[in-house]
């Protein structure tokens, strides 16, 4: 599937290979740069607001454990599994919301993106991507194009692809909806409810979009 001309919604897969230039690059790495590594996972919060098994480096998984370091000879390091493995994984109630839940969750957030159950699904839809595809670094990118670029956030997509009809806090403000990590034009998180903290100043944020909007329009994305 291709982007229609004229940029006012995507049809199907993203055409991901074009969109990862050096310019999306840098965005990307922006982004992770704060949220985590390639291997990097949490379980959620806890009842009073504390994020719970977060592990920013290697995660090595299994079914109802995560851990640091290989255990378990059926565990896997999180980017050598595929999306529909870890999609199984984030299935069922959050482990100290639900103590008494037969179902439990083992991931919520995961990867690069930090990218939770519900998110993962439209990533996913959007992207070019299967539930067979592996969850490596280049998908992880991949993923997170897609959300940039595909349905969920369409007023950063379209700020960042040229359009006058949107505004930069309108972009920003979809941006810091996406990423707990991004500021507001506050500066300040949009989820302060769930245990994260803003890790970059608005200033920088507007810095980053202005850039690579200006990138996209000159080569042509827009």
Avoid: C
């Avoid at 995507?10 to 590594?37: H, M, Q, R, T, W």
């Avoid at 255990?71 to 529909?84: C, F, R």
């Avoid at 870890?86 to 995961?110: C, E, W, Y």
């Avoid at 997170?144 to 670029?149: M, N, R, S, T, V």
């Amino acid at each position: 599937a291709t982007t229609p001309a004229n940029n006012d919604e995507f049809v199907g897969p993203l055409p991901l290979s074009s969109l990862l230039d050096d310019a999306n690059k840098k965005l990307l790495k922006f982004i992770s740069s704060k949220e985590g590594s390639y291997n990097a996972t949490n379980n959620g919060t806890t009842r009073d607001n504390q994020i719970l098994n977060s592990i920013g480096g290697d995660s090595w998984v299994k079914k109802n454990k995560v851990t640091t370091s290989k255990q378990d000879n059926d565990q896997k390091l999180l980017s050598t599994m595929t999306i529909g493995e870890i999609m199984d994984l984030q299935k069922g109630h959050n482990p100290s919301r639900s103590p008494n839940a037969t179902n439990k969750r083992t991931l919520f957030a995961v990867g690069a993106y930090q990218i939770i159950p519900d998110t993962l699904k439209i990533a996913l839809r959007d992207s070019d991507l299967t539930n067979s595809s592996v969850f490596t670094p280049e998908n992880q990118d991949k993923l997170g194009l897609a959300l940039i670029y595909g349905t969920k956030r369409p007023r950063l997509r379209d700020y960042l692809l040229g359009k006058n009809s949107v505004t930069l806090n309108e972009a920003h403000n979809d941006f810091a909806e996406e990423w707990a990590s991004v500021p507001t034009p506050a500066g300040t998180t949009a989820y302060p409810e769930t245990g994260n903290k803003a890790a970059h100043s608005a200033q920088e944020v507007q810095e980053i979009l202005k850039e690579v909007r200006r990138l996209n329009i000159e080569a042509g994305k827009s």
